[in-house]
């Protein structure tokens, strides 16, 4: 399955921007998504992650409360909604699946990853 995040772009502080993750080739309801961000010069960090079933989705500390993911598995189609957004958000966002029912936080738990989308989060 291949992956595509889009809907990043410029956005001053305590604005929101919405993320969507698309997959194509097939479809990836029955998978789990996360999403991970990764600041210059740091390494890909969690951000947020949900089951097939939308259960009990998962969030780094960072952004609880802020931000929300959720799916659309008719549209075939993951989001995250971030809201009050901070400098510190400010970051490429990537989408990422697993066949696994899964919500870590750690990168090698992911077996498919799209292209990133920048998020730029001005003071």
């Known amino acids: 399955v291949q992956l595509q995040a889009s809907g990043g772009g410029l956005v001053q502080a305590g604005g929101s921007l919405r993320l969507s993750c698309t997959a194509s080739?097939?479809?990836?309801?029955?998978?789990?998504v996360g999403w991970f961000r990764q600041r210059p010069g740091k390494e890909r960090s969690f951000v947020a992650a949900?089951?097939?079933?939308?259960?009990?989705?998962q969030y780094a500390d960072s952004v609880k409360g802020r931000f929300t993911v959720s799916r659309d598995n008719a549209k075939n189609t993951v989001y995250l909604q971030m809201n009050n957004l901070e400098p510190e958000d400010t970051a490429v966002y990537y989408c990422?699946?697993?066949?696994?029912?899964?919500?870590?936080?750690?990168?090698?738990?992911?077996?498919?990853w799209g292209q990133g989308t920048q998020v730029t989060v001005s003071s």
């Open positions: 080739g097939r479809t990836f309801s029955r998978n789990s």
């Open positions: 949900i089951r097939w079933s939308n259960s009990m989705p």
């Open positions: 990422a699946t697993s066949i696994q029912s899964t919500t870590s936080a750690r990168t090698s738990s992911w077996s498919s």
